[in-house]
């Protein structure tokens, strides 16, 4: 195997603690224990670069989860304020006869007012895309 030479300069205080190391450590020579330094020093910090990745990867799929969990708590409630708008617009006592129609049209018309009240209470993306939900889309209601 081809040797190359690399020459290090130590301050002396370093020095006379790397010749303590080498003899405390039990390593034949001053040469053997830098080789094992260096290793030791390369290989951990793969495994220091290794193990963040691993807990950056874990991080991003944790917030994933969290975002989709999220979402469909967001769909859900937006369903179920719809729902329940809905029902409290044209279900309060109908009028009986003619006056029907003409409450299921102030019913719609009081909905899509209430849409679009909603959506102006809202900032940032949710508000534009609640806006492009009800057709507004220049988002300002």
């Known amino acids: 195997m081809p040797v190359t030479r690399k020459t290090v300069r130590l301050p002396d205080h370093l020095a006379r603690r790397v010749d303590q190391a080498v003899k405390d450590r039990g390593h034949r020579s001053l040469s053997a224990f830098i080789r094992t330094a260096i290793e030791n020093e390369i290989s951990e910090r793969q495994d220091e670069v290794a193990a963040a990745e691993t807990r950056i990867a874990a991080s991003f799929d944790r917030v994933s ?14 369903a179920f304020v719809d729902a329940l708008a809905k029902t409290i617009l044209t279900c309060i006592p109908e009028p009986a006869g003619e006056a029907y129609d003409q409450a299921v049209a102030r019913a719609r018309f009081r909905y899509d007012r ?17 806006a492009r939900l009800i057709g507004d889309e220049d988002g300002r209601g």
Do not use: D, N, P
């Not at 989860?65 to 937006?78: K, M, V, Y």
């Open 114 to 130: 209430f849409v679009k009240s909603v959506g102006k209470g809202m900032v940032g993306e949710v508000g534009l895309t609640l």
């Open 65 to 78: 989860r969290e975002i989709r969990h999220i979402r469909s708590s967001q769909q859900a409630l937006f």
